[in-house]
């Protein structure tokens, strides 16, 4: 009981772009133009920090690739990403969490799961549940994976898993698994969810969680005169985990 008690709460990360016309979300191009893109991604972002605020945590931080703006909630530190491609600025993420609380668990998801349930991560990250467990992995339905966890997060240890994994392809999740398993950790693994990467992505998405600001903003463009936005393919059933 001592032990639980005295268990440090997690660092919560979210690695993210701004949400600028042509910077993000530039799959659902058509039949979104840039600027409904970004309203897009800005409510995605919005989501996820809204569902990480409902999670116990130590210290939020925000690692952002551009400047903040109105959709950043109070509480959060902002991280600007460093140079170099994505493996490079996970580890980077991992390490400055390290630092800031070398003795904390941290987990770190992208702005890609609107859907995000807050349950899904505040009953695995509990002091209760994580005895034993050293690392946390929310695989995605293409292949990647929409959340990591260290147990114990290090500069070295980020690195060794991250750096120069292939990243945003359908083995992505893989390799990093793999990586997870040559370190002798031990991962409990999280519910599968969809990215929003693409237009029928976002149907489904939005058909999952209609309450979201996500679905809210995709069913605002949709239903703009003059030049509404076509329906999207119709969901599909949201795989169980």
């Given amino acids: ?30 039949p979104f133009t ?19 605020d409902q999670v116990p945590a130590g210290r939020r931080l925000l690692v952002l690739d551009g400047a903040p703006g109105r959709w950043l909630p109070l509480g959060w530190e902002v991280v600007p990403q460093c140079a170099g491609g994505l493996d490079r600025r996970l580890a980077a993420a991992f390490a400055h969490a390290a630092r800031l609380a070398p003795d904390a668990p941290a987990l770190l998801v992208g702005m890609d799961t609107p859907q995000l349930d807050p349950a899904v991560l505040a009953a695995p990250l509990s002091a209760t549940e994580r005895a034993g467990v050293d690392a946390w992995f929310g695989p995605a339905e293409d292949g990647g994976f929409w959340a990591l966890g260290l147990a114990r997060p290090s500069a070295p240890l980020a690195a060794a898993l991250l750096h120069d994994v292939p990243m ?13 398993r040559t370190h002798d950790l031990t991962v409990r693994h999280l519910p599968r969810l969809l990215d929003v990467d693409h237009p029928a ?26 030049h509404p936005v076509p329906p999207l393919s119709p969901p599909h059933p949201e795989p169980t985990s």
């Avoid at 840039?34 to 990480?52: C, I, V």
Wanted: hydrophobic content about 45%; proline content about 11%; cysteine-free.
């Fill in 168 to 180: 945003s392809t359908p083995e992505t999740g893989r390799a990093v698994l793999d990586r997870l």
């Fill in 1 to 30: 009981m001592r032990a639980v008690l005295a268990a440090p709460p997690p660092t919560l990360l979210v690695i993210a772009k701004s949400p600028v016309p042509g910077r993000v979300k530039t799959r659902l191009t058509p």
């Fill in 34 to 52: 840039p600027e409904q893109a970004a309203e897009l991604a800005e409510a995605a972002l919005a989501d996820t920090l809204a569902a990480l």
């Fill in 201 to 226: 992505d976002a149907t489904r998405v939005a058909a999952h969680s209609p309450a979201t600001r996500f679905a809210t903003r995709l069913h605002h463009l949709r239903t703009l005169e003059p």
